[in-house]
């Protein structure tokens, strides 16, 4: 067995299990309504948030899921860059390193949420905590939610030429894989017009729904295109 039949083998099954974890994910996330900001139900908390634990865990589960489809993600994509055709490497190539580095700054947000802000208010220890708190809709945890998912996006559009024209279903992963980094891009133009400054988390949110809608998607179909390769390489 050669080592591109376990990179497809490895491909394949991060492909599936990325479908799984990010609906799972997706799933727990919706559950998680904000309870301050402009779709809060009511009962709205106001800065510095010192009433968010009646929300713990419910409001954290999903991090501990995305953290797992995030490591997902990431194998995922190096699948895709070591089956890429060596004059589209580049293409993978950049496509990883903006990954990367939404995973980096997507873990590190998610850890920091579930691992410091509830204890600190625990503790009472509620000095500048509202500001890395999720529910703070100008706070550190979602800009870096920003980042992250512009980050994806990108790494979505770098990774969208590896994949040819000529055959239907690469076609197809090829428009889909550009479409985040299109949608999010309007969508930031779309809220920072309207709302300035001010734009609470209504990009973060719209930006998430984008990109893990697409990427459950792809991943699907991506899967497929894994599992044509690996019944290709038995065959042979």
Known sequence: MDDNYN????GYYSSIFLTVITLITLGFAMTAIPPSGPNCPGNCMEYPFLDSLT???RDYYWMYIAIIQLVTFMIFMISIHFITPPEKKIYSFIGISFSMIATI???ADY???FAVVPISFMKGETDGIGLLSQYNGHGIFIAMEELGFIMMSLSFLFVAPVFSMQIR?????RWLLIIPFIGTIIAF??????YGLDRNYRFEVATITINWLIL???SI???VFFKRKMKRKIEI
Request: no cysteine; glycine share 4%; charged share 15%.
């Open 7 to 10: 990179v497809i083998r490895i």
């Open 55 to 57: 929300y713990y865990p």
């Open 105 to 107: 700054v997507l873990l």
């Open 111 to 113: 850890f920091i949420q």
């Open 169 to 173: 279903l690469e076609k197809a992963i």
């Open 189 to 194: 133009i779309f809220y920072t017009i309207k």
């Open 216 to 218: 459950i998607v792809i």
């Open 221 to 223: 179909l991506i899967g």
